[in-house]
């Protein structure tokens, strides 16, 4: 088994496979198909034979309700199994009457994996008598203490299928894809062959978010913040587990994109690789912006970067990296999720840590109505919430007049307003004042 080359930076040579094996005409065979996908070998009588893989949609293959109500058992979910269906003989006779007389689901992982569950569920097999079932599939549940979970939780299915992406997420994509004339299963094995950081779910998510950006735009309607709400509910987020700052306490990732351009720590500069690929997305963000940010946020502020938050309470925190202030909106339907915001906490040396800031020299931000202006070098932490709600950040990186033209040109085009020194000094003044009132009023 050679492994996978999608993970590389470029494909495989002739010439560099040769040298891995230069005795196997087999493979410099392979090496000139470069490597397009997985490829499997097995050895026979002594050769290296290439395997036949399945194409998508044959094979096996289950159905994604069955997926979704086996991710959902718990050890305690009470099961059973119609008498030894195999021929009497084989493996499969004598590895199912091990797990034959199984009650649960506990008792028949001991002896089965989560695609024997599938497969005998779908053919009448088993039966499912009643239990505790678990509220979403394992791999998208919080960590449990039960080994069933876990085994659960490891689950992706067969090739070309997947049970990462919430069953509700999936029948959205499923409606929306029929509906822009897409085929979600073409996009999906595509996606799962780009060499990048995101999985064919959160790119096939994205996708389909994208081209509804492109379509919102393209209507020439004013966009509010229902038209956001309905693309970053269809957004694919990745389990962000880079955040220290601002992960909750107990909680190990969180759902955090930013779209834009940041200081690397070398000091160079980079735009994130989503911003371009999903470039109505981004224009649209920028769109909305620009034409809802109110009286409240200067007419010079700029921005080269967009942090979108969902769902979670961020624990008090100061940002680092920021130059000047920033603008925030949270949108959604949820109640509470204000930011405590220290207008005295200003950036000086010697600042107390900010667990140690008293929560009387905070004041509530209300950032469901409107844009509001606040620095984010200041500590700040939001309340908790009930319900679904999405945070939208607009900031300027430190440093900015450091960005080249070429990447200062692309973030211009997809609706960016960069920054100038005279215009941040400018803005920096502006909320100076604000917080001198805003701690005037404590």
């Known amino acids: 088994h050679f492994g996978s080359i999608r993970g590389s930076v ?8 040769a040298v891995l094996l230069p005795r196997d ?8 198909k470069q490597f397009r996908g997985v490829i499997k070998c097995k050895k026979v009588g ?18 994604a309700a069955s997926y979704e109500l086996i991710s959902r058992f718990t050890g305690k979910t009470r099961i059973a199994y119609a008498p030894n269906p195999k021929r009497p003989g084989s493996k499969s006779f004598d590895r199912y009457k091990k797990y034959e007389k199984s009650k649960t689901v ?18 009448g097999y088993l039966k499912v008598l009643g239990g505790p079932m678990a509220e979403k599939p394992a791999c998208l549940a ?6 069933t979970i876990q085994i659960l939780a490891k689950f992706r299915g067969p090739q070309g299928s997947s049970i990462k992406m919430d069953p509700e997420v999936r029948k959205r994509l499923t409606k929306l894809s029929e509906l822009y004339g897409l085929d979600l299963d073409k996009i999906h094995e595509e996606a799962g062959k780009q060499c990048n950081s995101e999985s064919a779910d959160i790119q096939t998510a994205r996708i389909v978010a994208n081209e509804m950006a492109r379509r919102k735009l393209a209507s020439g309607k ?28 107990g909680v190990k990732s969180i759902h955090s994109d930013t779209l834009g351009i940041l200081r690397m720590r070398d000091g160079t500069y980079r735009i994130f690789d ?5 470039e109505h997305v981004t224009k649209l963000l920028c769109h909305w912006f620009a034409t809802n940010k109110g009286k409240d946020i ?8 967009i942090n979108i938050n969902h769902n979670y309470a961020g624990r008090r925190h100061r940002d680092n990296g920021n130059e000047g202030p920033s603008a925030i909106k949270a949108i959604g339907k949820f109640s509470g999720g204000k930011l405590s915001y220290f207008p005295k906490d200003i950036k000086k040396n010697g600042r107390c840590d900010v667990a140690k800031l008293s929560p009387k020299e905070s004041l509530s931000l209300d950032l469901s109505k409107k844009f509001v202006l606040f620095n984010g070098n200041n500590a700040h932490e939001v309340q908790p919430f009930k319900g679904e709600r999405f945070s939208l950040v607009y900031f300027t990186t430190s440093k900015f007049y450091k960005i080249k033209e070429k990447e200062f040109s692309t973030l211009k085009k997809l609706g960016f307003h960069m920054p100038t020194i005279k215009a941040i000094e400018k803005v920096k003044g502006i909320s100076k004042k604000q917080d001198e009132e805003r701690a005037q009023s404590l």
């Open 222 to 249: 004013a966009i509010v913040d229902e038209d956001v709400l309905d693309v970053l509910r269809v957004w694919g987020f990745a389990d962000n587990e880079s955040r220290l700052n601002v992960l909750p306490e």
């Open 46 to 63: 002594g050769k290296l034979v290439q395997r036949k893989i399945n194409k998508r949609g044959t094979g096996l293959k289950f159905n």
């Open 274 to 278: 989503p911003t371009t690929r999903y």
């Open 142 to 147: 919080p960590p449990s203490e039960d080994p």
């Open 106 to 123: 506990a008792d028949a992982l001991k002896h089965c994996k989560p695609a024997d569950l599938l497969w005998e569920y779908e053919r």
């Open 298 to 305: 200067p007419d010079d502020f700029a921005f080269t970067g």
């Open 25 to 32: 005409p087999m493979a410099l065979e392979l090496a000139q």
């Open 10 to 17: 470029a494909p495989l040579s002739r010439e560099r496979f």
